[in-house]
């Protein structure tokens, strides 16, 4: 199943896409209007999906897609996880996942514009795999890890670098608004055969800047999810971004920018395609 946020005449739901269609889960008298994240934690997909023959459907086309998760507990992002990422930006490779997170309010939907900011030039795109968890889950097994999964998606963890660079802490590079983008969908894992050979690629203006497999990830889904529940307790509609591969803007020689009227798609084989526009703050 492939599970979306969305926003129609200023009402928010979600509920599964098929196609061109949308079930509207969100809609069903007994979810109460829940958002998807807060249906997670209250248990309550099971029963939306039960009375999924209720639900009304939408077309696709008539409304905006949100991030999949639009009220996640925890977003919680990956740096340095891809070999040739590590190179390009002359680090050691980590002993541990290096761990910093991110804001709701610094994600846009599929479709929707990122901002470039008015006082950073160094405005960069990283396309990543995101891992939405299901259950609760502290100091995993690789078996609890594994069944801890609701999906995957697609994200760009943009990134303004001089921010970033601030301190030893990436919080501020990470987080000015509507600087990333998360989705469309959140494709459940029995949808996906051999996750590991599948391809991630980013587009800058339809051309290809970062292109791997996810089978070159450092720590694999599985060890993020155990070493994130050893020192957080993780819970439904929790977000893990897994890293990024090499060719990110800042490692390229000339460096690679983005600016207004940009166009950034990242996909990844199976999950999904991420497409945003670039437009300039606005005051």
Known sequence: M????FK????????????????????IRLVGGASLGESMRRNLVPLALDLRDTAPTVNRASVELLPPVTDAGKIICVGLNYADHIAEMNRPTPEFPVIFTRFND???????????PTNSMKFDFEGEM???IGSTVRHATRE??????FGYSVFNDGSIRDYQRHTHQFAPGKNFPKSGSFGPAIVTPDEIDDLGSKRITTKVNDVVVQDSTLDQLIFSVEDLIIYCSEW?????????????????????DPQLWL?????????VEGIGRLVNPVIEERS
């Open 130 to 132: 995101a891992v939405v």
């Open 106 to 116: 610094s994600l846009v939907g599929d479709g929707e514009a990122l901002v470039a």
């Open 259 to 267: 600016f207004p009227g940009d166009v950034v798609e990242v996909e």
């Open 232 to 252: 957080t307790t993780l819970n439904p509609g929790d977000v893990i971004v897994t890293g990024t591969p090499g060719g990110v803007g800042d490692g390229r």
């Open 144 to 149: 609890e890890a594994q069944a801890a999964v």
């Open 2 to 5: 492939k599970f979306v946020s």
């Open 8 to 27: 129609q005449e200023n009402k928010k739901s979600w509920g599964i896409l098929e196609g061109d269609t949308i079930v509207d889960l969100g809609a």
